[in-house]
């Protein structure tokens, strides 16, 4: 965890999911397309097929039935009096990963390197900030 957030604004692109489904029939893999408000689009594939339908209802506004993970990070955030901010979807290697910045009463704080797909499931849980480096946008135009 870091004390400060980092600079690097211009880094992101400020996204909203445009769309949730699947890559197959069975709905075992999900797919999520991110747009910015310009209109670029990143898809975003090759995660399961439940954060893909937790995504959908949270974005529905169900948010009555949520998944043991997701209730763990929410009583987490009640009783250390925490607000998630925004998540940052980024690629590490081969896959996507995300930061998700908090605050509290006394600083701001960064958790590092975690599954891009859960960190948008929470985003669309808590209506927050989907922020994405902004090269991923550049590298789907480009094929």
Same mark, same amino acid.
């Given at each position: 965890m870091s004390s400060n957030l980092p600079t690097g604004?211009?880094?992101?692109?400020v996204a909203k999911i445009s769309y949730v489904g699947f890559a197959d029939q069975l709905g075992l893999e999900g797919i999520v397309?991110?747009?910015t408000f310009d209109?670029?689009? #990143?898809p975003m $594939?090759?995660?399961?097929?439940e954060v893909a339908r937790h995504i959908s209802r949270f974005q529905e506004g169900d948010k009555n039935t949520i998944p043991t993970i997701y209730n763990l990070v929410e009583e987490l955030a009640v009783t250390q009096d925490l607000l998630l901010l925004e998540?940052?979807?980024?690629?590490?290697g081969s896959v996507l990963r995300a930061n998700l910045y908090f605050k509290n009463r006394k600083e701001n #704080?960064?958790? $590092?390197?975690?599954?891009?797909?859960?960190?948008?499931?929470?985003?669309?849980?808590?209506?927050?900030p989907i922020r994405v480096r902004r090269n991923l946008?550049?590298?789907t135009i480009e094929q």
């Amino acid at each position: 965890m870091s004390s400060n957030l980092p600079t690097g604004e211009d880094e992101y692109i400020v996204a909203k999911i445009s769309y949730v489904g699947f890559a197959d029939q069975l709905g075992l893999e999900g797919i999520v397309i991110l747009k910015t408000f310009d209109g670029k689009e #990143f898809p975003m $594939r090759a995660f399961s097929g439940e954060v893909a339908r937790h995504i959908s209802r949270f974005q529905e506004g169900d948010k009555n039935t949520i998944p043991t993970i997701y209730n763990l990070v929410e009583e987490l955030a009640v009783t250390q009096d925490l607000l998630l901010l925004e998540v940052r979807v980024y690629q590490s290697g081969s896959v996507l990963r995300a930061n998700l910045y908090f605050k509290n009463r006394k600083e701001n #704080f960064i958790m $590092r390197n975690y599954r891009a797909s859960d960190a948008i499931a929470l985003a669309a849980y808590y209506d927050i900030p989907i922020r994405v480096r902004r090269n991923l946008f550049e590298e789907t135009i480009e094929q």
